[in-house]
Structure formats: C-alpha cells, structure tokens
C-alpha cells in the first residue's frame, strides 16, 4: 500500500470501502442465494420484533387497562393478543435461527476459498519473495489473518445488517407512535455516534498494529523452532528469548491499546441508552401529565419506550461489532496484500512435448502416452529462425537456400548483432521443420551456454560479473570457490529463480527467457545441500520428481543413489512414513532420498548444489558410484564443497567474486599454480 493511502496509521475510507468490496465480492462468487436468504430473514426478524413491541401499546391500552376497573374481567381477548404476540416473536426468533445457521456456512465457505486463493497465488510468488518475507509472517496471514474473518462473516455482519434493519423499521415505527419523543430519542443517538467515532478510530489503528505485530510474532517463533540447535549449541537462549520480548512488547502494546478503546466502547453506549431511557420516560411523563400532548397515553409511553431500545440497543451492538470489523478488515489488509504482490512472470512460448519416431526417424509429437523422449516445440515467432547450414572443416557455418535432404544440418539463426554480424548455432540432434506447421520440434540435448551475463539480486550490486561458460550434453561442469563467490546464483540462474540483468543464457540454443518456466524447469534434476522432504510415505517423497513413476522406477531410482539398502531397513521399507522434514532419519540418509528423487525425474540436465555435503566419507565412496551412474551421459553442473567430487570433471570453472578467474580440467589448473591450486594444495576442503 503506497504512503498516499495512510495517514497517521489509519487506513483511508476508499481503500477501506475497497477491501469491503472485494470480500463481499468472495460472497457474490459462490454464496448470493444463501446471503439473499440470510436479508429476507433479517429483515422479516427485524419487522417481527418491532412489530411486537408496537403491539405492546395496544395490549396495554385495549386489552390490560379495560380489565382493572371491569367487575367481571374476560380474558379471552387478552390470552387471543398474547398468542399473537408470542407468534410475532417465535417467527422473529426461527429467522433470527435461518440467518445465523446460513451466515455460518457462508462465513466457513468464503474462508476456505480465501485460503485456496492464497495458496494457488503464492504458488506464482517468485523465489525472491521467499527470500525476503519471514515464512512465519506469511502462515500467520493463512491462520490468524483468515481466522478474524470467521468472526466478522458469522457474526459481525448479519448482526450490522440486523442492527441496520432493526433501526430503520424502529425509526419509522416511532415516528409512527410519536414525533417528539422520536426527536429526543434522535439527539441522544447523535452523542452516542460522536463518542463511537471517535473511540473507533483510535481502537482502528492499533488493531492495524497488531496484525502486523503478530505476524512478526509468529515469524520470531518459526525462525527460533527451526534454529533450535543452533541456540543451544551457541547457548544463546537468553539472546532469544530477549529479541522474543521485545517482539512481544511490541505485541502487547499495540493489542493494549487497540482493546483499551475498544473495550471501554461498549460500557459508555449502554450507560448513554440506559440516560437515553431516563430521559424518555421523563419526556413522555411530563408530556402526559401536562395535556400537551393527548395521544400520550400510558401505553403510548410503555411502547416507546420498548422501541427506544429496541432503536439504541442496535446501535451499540453495531459499536461493539467494531472491533471485530476492525481486526477483520486490518487481516483482509494483509492477504489481499499477500494476493495483489506481482505473480512470477512467464512469457516463455517454447514448451517440452513427449515425442515419438517413425520408421525413417522423424519426429511425432506424442501425446497419450509418456516415452521419456523429449523435443522443445518452438513456435516459429520465438524470434529466432531455423536454417539449413553446412559446416566447412575449418569450423566456418554457411547458410544454404534449402534442406539437401533427411541428413540436412540445422542451426539456429539469431538476430544480428551490433555490430552487424550474423550468429549461427547448430543444432544437436534430429528436428521437425514441415512446412505449414508453425513451429519447429528441436531434441532436447543439454547444451547450456551463458553469454556474458551479469547478475544483481538488488539494482546497483552486480554478484555476477560478464559470466561466459558452455556445457555440452553430456559434459560435467563444476564450479569451485569460497563462499559467496556466486556459485549457487549461477545454478539459480539456469531455472530462472532469478532472471539476468544482461547477456544471454541458451538451452540447446534458445533463449530460456523463450522457455515456459514449468517446461524449463521439467527438463532439470536439481539436488540442494538443504534437503527437503514432505509429509508422506518414502516411497511419495521420491516420486516427488516424477508423479507418473512406477512403484518399479521409485525403486531403480532409489538403488541409483545407494539409498535402497537403508530403506528397506526402515520399519515399513518404502511405505515408512515420514514427517518434520524426514526428522526420524539422519541428514546424509535424507540426502540419499534427495538424489534419489533427481534420478526418478531423469532429466538430461542435473544441478547439483553440495550434493554430499551431509555424507560422511565412507558413504560419499558409496554414493558416488551412483551419483556417477545418474549424471551419464547427461549434462552437470557440480556446486564442489570437497574438491575431490569434481577431479573428473570436463571442466572446472574458479569463481571469486562473482568473476570466473579460471576455467579447465584438474590437471590444468594445478598445473597453472593459481586460485584452484591453492585451494587443492592449502585445504583439501573449501571452507
């Protein structure tokens, strides 16, 4: 929310009619028929009690009075008027039951499709609002947030339409019975609403404190459970539980404040009804005794004062909703805050496709059935064309007219550059280019090349500096270097957690900005030093990286990485439950499932960011023979920790401040006595 839309910490009246609007529009979606049920009762209720307390005067003044000075008093009449007055208030009474029981199921309805719009949408959220939003914070908008809504649907709102119905057919049924004390009634009202707004307003802000406040709370708490080790290992308890009370100070306060004036609301608006109440009888009274007024009569009196309540009672049962509306309203703030941040943006065109050959080795899209053969299906206004090209001996790449046949070569054609010079790239592997299709099949290869990219995860602070590197399929790539020298940004960049400040980034030789990112991301196995597994079974975590997999390939997959034998020790083997984040298995065992759940995907491109970095030495010997028998024949990128993983690389590029300071196998950078020597030679680990 810009600066212009608060002021002093109150929201303003259009932003606040705005979330209004778009939570009523959540009951239009889905519940109309049952709110517009929910309006006919509230008002047939409201109409019921007003008519009962009107029926009041009569009963007094036709009915009771006639029988105190009657020598032989018949009651018929007054047990006939009673059973209508009861029927009035038994039809106000099951209406008041219809619209409470139906706001119920509305208000449950409207929460459970907040809360599935919050999570479909932070299912877009990019990767960097994760980065900087406490992950405490967003559960709290899921839980105590939505929660405030529950109040203000069930209860809140069918009590102020109730209340609003309740004061207008009061009005207009004392204006009925007498103008004048209908006046009185009306300046009293007047003080109460001053007195209202003004204490409102101040609960208002705080109220808007305290959701924040209690988003913060929460996030301290996530932050603290999730680092508990840490703060014994660091004995840091008492530091935490310091930075604990000043988030809770915060709390305390600002909630102080906000119930203070909301809870001294509701003792002064029913002291100002109950001095309204005096001030009528007196009123009336005196009226009555003077002859001013001859209408008044004792029954007259006996009915306004009835509806004189029934019109202030609403009124300070709408003040009391306040607070709830106004707690409701602050939480609404925050999810639609949380709904309106910017989704992940995709404007990638050039998707995967399951492919299949026929006899003579052409290209079919395949759509019924998965064949692990995989094509990028390139729309012909990607941007870049396709051409027949044959390379000379020297290397030199020469566009030709038209295709010479079913061997023809095909290379890229990208626009020209600056300079005027034309790029040809050629393509690895079989394509499709038919005429009148309007898109190209490519082989899905591997073939990853950074173009001189720069990277800045804040504008103004570049991390990467002109990063230049290429991975053939099939080839091993490791970067190496101290912490923070933007190993791991690089990997970021490939599945476009991140999108670059410059240069290009090519994936069998289109643009990945070309690339849809769910397609983009499907064609990359990727292993994190931080292992995340989720509640479920061993063998449902493992599938995590191929849904259609076979209970067969879970468990080839899982022999892959070496992880099979420890599985099937497991109390129930594969079927073993697992919860808090895999917490009854031990950290390398939870890696295991991780590699395991890359080999089950089989992509051609493997990321792995500190692959055995939780493996002790004597499983690492064990695991790498599987880690080896995964990265075959596919294109890897290796973030090193012990820079014995990466000896048998095809290259190894040196990074040191976001810069490549050197780049070749092992052999040639021992030999060049630089960075990677000292490193190898000075520490055999990294850090």
């Known amino acids: 929310m810009s600066s212009k839309q608060i002021h002093n910490g109150n ?4 932003q606040r009619r705005h979330i209004i609007g778009r939570l009523m529009g959540y009951i239009k979606r889905e ?8 309006l006919v009762c509230i008002l047939v209720s409201a109409i019921a009690n007003v008519a009962g307390s009107l029926f009041l005067g009569s009963l007094i003044d036709d009915y009771i009075t006639p029988l105190l000075g009657a020598a032989d008093p018949d009651f018929s009449g007054l047990v006939r008027a009673l059973v209508m007055m009861g029927c009035l208030f038994l039809v106000g009474a099951l209406c008041a039951y219809a619209y409470n029981r139906n706001m119920i199921v509305v208000s449950q309805g409207v929460q459970k499709t907040i809360r599935d719009d919050l999570f479909s949408h932070m299912q877009t959220l990019p990767i960097k609002y994760f980065d900087t939003h406490a992950h405490g914070d967003v559960m709290s908008v899921y ?31 004392m204006l009925f019975t007498n103008a004048l004390l209908t006046v009185v009634v009306l300046v009293c009202v007047c003080f109460a609403l001053v007195v209202t707004r003004f204490l409102a307003g101040r609960s208002s802000r705080y109220f808007l404190r305290q959701q924040g406040t209690l ?19 660091f004995c840091h308890e008492q530091e935490a539980q310091d930075g604990f009370d000043r988030v809770n100070d915060d709390m305390f306060h600002s909630a102080d404040k906000a119930h203070t004036y909301a809870s001294i609301l509701m003792p002064i608006m029913v002291n100002i ?11 009336g009274g005196a009226l009555a005794l003077s002859g001013v007024d001859t209408t008044i009569t004792l029954g007259v009196i006996a009915a306004f004062l009835q509806l004189s309540k029934s019109f202030s009672n609403p009124i300070n049962q709408i003040s009391q909703q306040f607070n709830s ?15 309106d941040e910017e989704p992940e943006e995709d404007h990638g065109t050039v998707t995967l496709v399951n492919v299949a050959y026929d006899k003579d080795g052409h290209q079919l899209e395949e759509s019924k059935k998965r064949t692990n053969l995989w094509a990028w299906k390139v729309p012909h206004n990607t941007g870049i064309t396709m051409v027949p090209v044959r390379k000379d001996e020297d290397g030199t790449i020469t566009e030709l007219r038209e295709a010479a046949g079913p061997d023809q070569l095909w290379a890229w054609k990208y626009p020209p550059e600056k300079d005027g010079s034309v790029l040809y790239r050629p393509i690895l592997g079989p394509v499709r280019n038919v005429a009148g299709e309007d898109y190209y099949l490519i082989k899905l290869s591997g073939d990853v090349r950074f173009d001189h990219v720069d990277f800045a995860y804040e504008e103004g602070k570049t991390i990467l500096h002109d990063i ?27 599945n476009r957690f991140y999108d670059i400040a410059d240069g290009k980034i090519r994936y069998d ?57 420890f599985i099937r020790r497991l109390p129930q083997g594969y079927d073993t439950m697992l919860t808090g984040n895999g917490a009854n298995l031990s950290q390398g065992q939870r890696q295991l499932l991780a590699i395991a759940r890359a080999a089950v995907a089989d992509p051609p491109v493997m990321i792995l960011d500190e692959a055995t970095s939780s493996i002790d030495t004597r499983t690492e010997a064990i695991v790498q023979q599987g880690m080896d028998s995964l990265m075959y024949g596919r294109t890897v990128f290796v973030i090193a920790h012990r820079l014995s993983t990466v000896r048998n690389s095809n290259a190894i590029m040196v990074l040191d401040h976001g810069r490549i300071v050197e780049r070749g196998d092992h052999d040639d950078l021992i030999r060049q006595h630089g960075l990677y020597y000292q490193l190898y030679t000075g520490a055999f680990e990294l850090e």
Do not use: C, H
Not at 11 to 14: D, I, S
Not at 31 to 38: E, W
Not at 215 to 232: C, D, P, S
Not at 468 to 494: D, E, M, R, Y
């Open 468 to 494: 230049s590197l290429f991975a053939k399929p099939g080839q091993k790539l490791a970067f190496v270097g101290a912490t923070g020298a933007g190993k791991t940004t690089i990997t970021n960049l490939i």
């Open 325 to 339: 509306i106004i707690m409701a309203l602050a939480g609404a703030e925050r999810i639609f805050n949380l709904m």
């Open 31 to 38: 519940y109309k028929a049952r709110f517009t049920i929910v």
């Open 215 to 233: 988003g913060a709370l929460n996030g301290y708490i996530e932050e603290m459970i999730n680092g508990q080790k840490v703060v014994k290992v």
């Open 143 to 173: 839980t105590n947030d939505v929660d405030t809504l529950r109040q203000m649907f069930a209860q809140s709102i069918p009590q102020v339409i109730n209340s609003s119905m309740t004061i207008l057919v009061t009005f207009l049924g």
């Open 509 to 565: 030789g289109i643009s990945i900005n070309n690339i849809r990112k769910p397609d983009l991301r499907r064609s990359l196995g990727i292993v994190l030093q931080d292992t995340n597994l989720f509640t479920g079974t061993v063998r449902e975590n493992i599938r995590y990286g191929n849904l259609d997999a076979t209970d067969e390939e879970v468990e080839a997959a899982a022999a892959l990485a070496n992880a099979d034998d």
């Open 273 to 283: 009804g109950n001095v309204q109440y005096v001030i009528v009888a007196m009123v």
């Open 11 to 14: 929201r303003v009246p259009g």
